[in-house]
């Protein structure tokens, strides 16, 4: 299975903050990954598709970049929504398998 | 506008069975890649099961041999039978519909996941 191993597990921020959050893949992905946000009670949100594709809705803060083995989710302003916990997600080979999550938090 | 909504959850005795449904509205099951995803309480998201349009599935290594996930094409409905359930199966359950990448090299579709249900809770206890 391809493990998913994202960094950090936990990040305190304040609104207008620049944040990145890290996702590793234990064998390359190409660029088959994407991105959730979840807020407690909720449905995961996608976010970012094919590493670097922005869903549509999704405001443009957002952003993903890296192909492989590595590859950043970068929120540019940080705004009070935001603050949620976020996953990445390979579907490059089965099974699909999810990083840990990363709880962003208000400082 | 599409719509999942999962239904079926419940407690449940270990070694009990269990169907969820996920009603759909604004997209028809069956010409759709559907999955199903859990969360069990205070844990990150698992993949459970996958069914293509054209019919074939796949499974989760936790899961296969004991679920079975189908589809309703009359009832627009996708469905997960689970069977001798464990107390590590309690989770919310979400059913997803699935949108392609084309990969023109391997003349391949990759499947990410863009639109969820609210989930239904299976609590599998004594």
């Known amino acids: 299975d391809v493990q998913m191993t994202q960094s950090p597990s936990t990040l305190s921020a304040s609104v207008g903050d620049r944040v990145t959050i890290t996702c590793r893949a234990s064998?390359?992905?190409?660029?088959?990954l994407a991105w959730y946000q979840q807020k407690p009670g909720k449905a995961p949100k996608l976010l970012i598709y094919k590493a670097s594709s922005l869903e549509g809705g999704v405001p443009s803060r957002f952003s993903g970049s890296g192909s492989g083995t590595e590859f950043t989710l970068t929120i540019s302003s940080l705004q009070p929504d935001d603050f949620a916990t976020y996953y990445c997600q390979q579907y490059n080979t089965y099974p699909y398998t999810f990083g840990q999550g990363t709880k962003l938090e208000i400082k | 506008e599409v719509q999942l909504v999962e239904t079926g959850g419940g407690l449940i005795q270990p070694g009990g069975s269990l169907r969820l449904s996920c009603a759909a509205s604004?997209?028809?099951?069956?010409?759709?890649?559907m999955s199903w995803v859990r969360q069990a309480p205070g844990k990150g998201l698992e993949w459970v099961s996958v069914i293509y349009s054209g019919g074939s599935t796949y499974y989760a290594d936790s899961v296969k041999g004991r679920f079975t996930i189908s589809r309703d094409n009359s009832k627009n409905t996708l469905f997960l039978q689970m069977n001798n359930l464990r107390a590590e199966d309690t989770a919310v359950y979400y059913c997803a519909r699935g949108s392609g990448n084309y990969d023109r090299e391997n003349f391949y579709y990759y499947y990410y996941m863009d639109v969820w249900g609210e989930g239904t809770t299976v609590t599998v206890s004594s």
């Open positions: 604004g997209l028809i099951v069956s010409n759709n890649y």
């Open positions: 064998q390359s992905i190409s660029s088959w």
